[in-house]
């Protein structure tokens, strides 16, 4: 059974930074296809940005040239860098694998709480 923690978030104003990590254990969890989501009063989990077994990258529009998904497979460990952060990025953020690809997602982590303040 794969165990997800994610951790990095904050409080933080907006047009700074965060990083966070997602750390895996269990299993090879970043040889896979993974991604972070977003949970908002809005929406409740949002995928934002994935990146697959090769490398490849996506975005959700509303993040793309801000946030940067990358990964350590030796330290089976995911990454998201936020810059430019913006009030709509608030929200708890969850490392799983490409559920547009996954047959079987794994459970969820605690998340980690993002706050960007004006």
């Known amino acids: ?10 409080l933080v104003q ?11 254990s269990g299993s090879t969890f970043t040889l896979n296809a993974v991604a972070w ?5 809005e929406k409740e989990r949002e995928l934002v940005a994935g990146i697959t077994s090769g ?8 993040v ?6 990358s990964r350590d497979v030796a330290k089976n460990t995911l990454f998201l860098q936020m810059n430019n952060l913006k009030t709509e990025d608030t929200g708890v953020y969850y490392c ?3 559920v547009r690809i996954a047959a079987q997602m794994n459970a969820w982590g ?4 993002v706050t960007v303040s004006s």
């Open 1 to 10: 059974q794969v165990r997800l923690v994610e951790s990095g978030g904050g």
């Open 14 to 24: 907006a047009g700074g930074s965060l990083r966070l990590s997602c750390a895996a």
């Open 37 to 41: 989501y977003r949970r908002t009063p």
């Open 55 to 62: 490398g490849s990258t996506t975005y959700v529009p509303s």
């Open 64 to 69: 793309k040239g801000r946030f940067t998904i």
């Open 96 to 98: 799983n694998k490409d």
């Open 110 to 113: 605690q998340g980690t709480q």
